[in-house]
C-alpha cells in the first residue's frame, strides 16, 4: 500500500486556520487522498478526499499538490471540537479495499 | 437517522468465552469491514467483506469470524476470548460506487473488555 507521513501532533488557536499536511511520495495514478478524523471516544469520520484538483466542502478544503505528492487538509476556523486526530489515506477508487491507518496527526486546540 | 449502528456499547467478559458483536447500516453500502484499535489507538483493518468476498487480514486469529445475514448486517464472532482481545472494535461501511468515491462511514465502536 502506498504510504503517507504526517506530523505526529500540531498545536493552533481557536478561530485560526489550520494546515495539516500530509506527504505521500509513493502514490499511483488511481489512489485518491482521503482525510479521516476521530475525536476522542468516537469512531473515525470522513472529512474530504479527492484525486488532482482541490475540493471543498462544508468541514473542510483539501489542496493537492500539482505533483500530487503532497496535500494539505485546511480547517478554516478551527474551534475546540476540531481537536481531533487526523489521518491522511491514500484509497484507490472504486474498489472495496479497506482504509489502511497511519498514526495521524494529533490536532490540539487551544482556547 | 443511524447510519452504521453496533450493539453491545461495551462488553466485559472473562477469558476463554465466546461472544458477538452485531453491525447494521441502513446506508444501502455492499461493502462492510470490521477494524480493531488497540490500547495504543492504533487503527488495523481485521475484515472486509461484500457479498461476493472475504478478504480476511492475515493477521487476524481465525477465532474471530465475521457472519454475513445479509446485505446489512456483519456480526464479529469471537471464540476463545484472550486478555490480548481486549480493544474497541468498529464496524464500517462502504459502496463501491457512491457519488462522493468511495468514502467509508464507521459506527462508534464496541469497547470489549477481557478479564
Known amino acids: 500500500d502506498a504510504k503517507t507521513t504526517q506530523p505526529n501532533s500540531m498545536e493552533s488557536n481557536e478561530e485560526e486556520p489550520v494546515h495539516l499536511p500530509c506527504n505521500h511520495s509513493t502514490i499511483s495514478g488511481t489512489d485518491y487522498i482521503h482525510w479521516y478524523r476521530q475525536l476522542p471516544s468516537q469512531g473515525p469520520e470522513y472529512v474530504i478526499h479527492?484525486?488532482?484538483s482541490n475540493v471543498n466542502n462544508r468541514m473542510a478544503s483539501l489542496a493537492i499538490a500539482e505533483d500530487r505528492k503532497s496535500s494539505t487538509l485546511i480547517l478554516h476556523r478551527a474551534t475546540l471540537r476540531d481537536a481531533a486526530v487526523y489521518y491522511c489515506i491514500l484509497r484507490k477508487g472504486g474498489g472495496a479495499d479497506g482504509l489502511t491507518f497511519g498514526k495521524g496527526t494529533h490536532l490540539i486546540i487551544q482556547p | 437517522d443511524t447510519a452504521v449502528s453496533q450493539t453491545p456499547k461495551y462488553l466485559v467478559t472473562q477469558m476463554g468465552n465466546d461472544k458477538s458483536i452485531k453491525c447494521e447500516q441502513n446506508?444501502?453500502?455492499?461493502?462492510m469491514y470490521w477494524y480493531k484499535q488497540d490500547s495504543k489507538k492504533f487503527l488495523k483493518i481485521m475484515f472486509s467483506?461484500?457479498?461476493?468476498?472475504?478478504?480476511i487480514n492475515e493477521t487476524v486469529p481465525n477465532r474471530f469470524s465475521p457472519k454475513s445475514p445479509d446485505k446489512a448486517h456483519l456480526n464479529l464472532h469471537i471464540n476463545s476470548l484472550e486478555l490480548g482481545d481486549s480493544a474497541v472494535y468498529f464496524c464500517?461501511?462502504?459502496?463501491?460506487?457512491?457519488?462522493?468515491?468511495?468514502?467509508?462511514?464507521f459506527g462508534p465502536g464496541t469497547r470489549l473488555t477481557v478479564l
Open positions: 446506508l444501502g453500502h455492499d461493502t
Open positions: 479527492g484525486l488532482t
Open positions: 467483506y461484500n457479498n461476493k468476498e472475504l478478504i
Open positions: 464500517a461501511s462502504s459502496s463501491r460506487f457512491e457519488k462522493r468515491g468511495g468514502g467509508v462511514d
